[in-house]
T-cell receptor
């Protein structure tokens, strides 16, 4: 099945710093989403981005489907950005299930 | 933005007991899902449900699991005889493929602890 690799696995930042999280996938996809899992365990949908670029406040994401990767940018990070960021894809070929990566654990220190 | 609602948020049960996790998907969505996340691990697909039947299930979704849409709004996951290894966060999700701006919407999860 499709492989979803996220990097880095862990990231520690000082408040105000910028960061880039990467998601590589091994096959063509119909859907790609980025989620933030907060300390309470909730999965917050950040972007639905099978291709192209989107921005929402301090966050933006770019997916280059032909090269099978997506990037999540966090600018001017805040302590509330801490948590785990998951990339998830729906592979082409009929299956409708989301396949998640292992996540990037982000810690933003004050 | 519409929400997927899950109840309860936490449940503690004794090994061997049956549990039912409840979800109210977004009202105009047609596809429903259950996922689970064992503590510290990635989110795993359990089952998808469309048109009142299971459309896909993973190897995790064995005979002790079942899903049901008992009425027009609720979607439930039943675990017949819980095991210690069923302890996890269980997420419900829904989508309507026509709504291409949002993808899948997840509920806040039910944290199940089997003791």
């Amino acid at each position: 099945g499709i492989q979803v690799e996220q990097s880095p696995p862990d990231l520690i930042l000082q408040e105000g710093a910028n960061s880039t999280l990467r998601c590589n996938f091994s096959d063509s996809v119909n859907n790609l989403q980025w989620f933030h899992q907060n300390p309470w365990g909730q999965l917050i949908n950040l972007f639905y981005i099978p291709s192209g670029t989107k921005q929402n406040g301090r966050l933006s994401a770019t997916t280059v489907a032909t090269e099978r990767y997506s990037l999540l940018y966090i600018s001017s990070s805040q302590t509330t950005d801490s948590g785990v960021y998951f990339c998830a894809v729906v592979p082409q070929g009929g299956s409708e299930k989301l396949v998640f990566g292992k996540g990037t654990k982000l810690t933003v220190n004050p | 933005e519409p929400e997927v609602t899950q109840t309860p948020s936490h449940q503690v049960t004794q090994m061997g007991q049956e549990v039912i996790l409840r979800c109210v998907p977004i009202s105009n969505h047609l596809y429903f899902y259950w996922y689970r996340q064992i503590l510290g691990q990635k989110v795993e697909f359990l089952v998808s449900f469309y048109n009142n039947e299971i459309s896909e299930k993973s190897e995790i979704f064995d005979d002790q699991f079942s899903v049901e849409r008992p009425d027009g709004s609720n979607f439930t996951l039943k675990i017949r005889s819980t095991k210690l290894e069923d302890s996890a966060m269980y997420f419900c999700a829904s989508t309507d493929y026509r709504e291409t701006n949002y993808g899948y919407t997840f509920g806040s999860g039910t944290r199940l602890t089997v003791v």
